[in-house]
């Protein structure tokens, strides 16, 4: 894609503070951190989103996911990270290439997760599921 901006680092025409780089694959670092090392995994190719991902491709962005995770504890001394991603624009999805943010955690950094909610009943938790279940191919 031309306009695609992660496509445009993949190809160099915007510099970029690299973490890890193979074939397929590039990580380097969010240009608007939510903490200082905040990093994003993505594949050179262009796909859009978790479900235009080949199994082959996935088990590569999955490897490279657990190697800078595992470089954020170790270089950064991080008490933990987040591995989150955005798929599509109504959950909050910006640029319109795969991508995975891992974001490095240090025990009171003051950085909140998500609210999180309580279905009306058990029967409507149950609905929920069914609907899931039932579209699943």
């Not at 479900?51 to 954020?72: K, N, T």
């Not at 974001?103 to 950094?109: L, S, Y």
Request: glycine share 8%; hydrophobic share 40%.
């Amino acid at each position: 894609m031309q306009d695609c901006i992660f496509c445009k680092i993949v190809r160099g025409e915007i510099p970029s503070a690299k973490v890890y780089e193979n074939d397929s694959v590039l990580c380097f670092l969010d240009v608007a951190p939510a903490v200082r090392g905040h990093s994003l995994v993505i594949p050179r190719e262009h796909v859009e989103n978790i479900l235009e991902i080949p199994e082959d491709m996935a088990a590569q962005l999955h490897e490279a996911i657990r190697r800078v995770g595992r470089g954020i504890i170790q270089g950064l001394k991080a008490d933990g990270f987040n591995v989150g991603m955005n798929n599509f624009q109504a959950a909050g999805q910006v640029v319109m290439h795969a991508h995975w943010h891992l974001i490095p955690r240090f025990h009171g950094d003051g950085l909140q997760l998500w609210p999180q909610y309580k279905y009306d009943s058990d029967e409507q938790m149950q609905d929920f599921a069914r609907k899931i279940a039932s579209a699943l191919s």
